[in-house]
């Protein structure tokens, strides 16, 4: 399966891929948070579904439950599967860990890379979003930022950003998590953000303020 990021993809994020069916109707793949699964690995190779994978592995020290031993080696293994057509790996892996080898990998299966980073404590400057999205453009194929707005300044900054960078011909993903920042899920896109991610349980979310699958897909495409 392949998975460019060209236009907007929605995700449905799930640590369960039998609810990959549900989610045909309204996403464009699943986010599959191999560190919220119990056998990650086994459940790759059981899929069938129909929605190309984005795997992620997230650490412990990012918002995850994932722990460094064996984390980005389990990734690896993941993008071996055929459904597995792009991963998800942090910016700090990148510049700080073992993560180049992944990307590497990655790259000789034309699998895309997504590389992240998150902020549960706040948000940055605008010039400073820039720059994390810049250096994460260096090494994959799409720029992911998620923030944690305490007021709708911040939502505002993360959107100029969003807005400068793919005016740059970047390719960014970005997000203010929280109250006050939630609604930059549905607005992100008009300003160039390609990819979303909403759980096909409402009671499933794996980060605060996101809506539901259905919901982003039916807000995205309104305002488009």
Known sequence: MTLTFDSFRLAASTADLSEESAAREHADCVEFRMDLAADPLDALADYDGDLPLLVTNRADWEGGEAT????????????EHEAVAAVDIELA?????????????????????????????????????????????????????????????????????????????????????????????????????????????????????QYDLETLRRLVDELA
């Open 68 to 79: 460094d031993e064996g984390r980005t080696d389990t990734l690896r293994r993941a993008i």
């Open 93 to 209: 892996a990148l510049e700080e860990g073992d993560g180049l080898d992944l990307v590497e990998a990655a790259d000789q299966r034309g699998v895309s890379v997504v590389v992240s980073t998150h902020d549960f404590e706040g948000t940055p400057s605008k010039g400073q979003l820039q720059s994390l999205l810049t250096r994460a453009g260096t090494y994959g194929d799409v720029a992911k930022l998620a923030v944690t707005a305490e007021d709708r300044s911040d939502a505002l900054a993360v959107l100029g950003a969003t807005h400068e960078m793919t005016q740059r011909g970047e390719r960014v993903a970005t997000m203010a998590m929280g109250e006050a920042g939630s609604h930059t899920r549905a607005v992100a896109p008009v300003y160039g953000s390609k990819i979303g991610y909403a759980p096909v349980d409402p009671e499933k979310a794996t980060a605060p303020g």
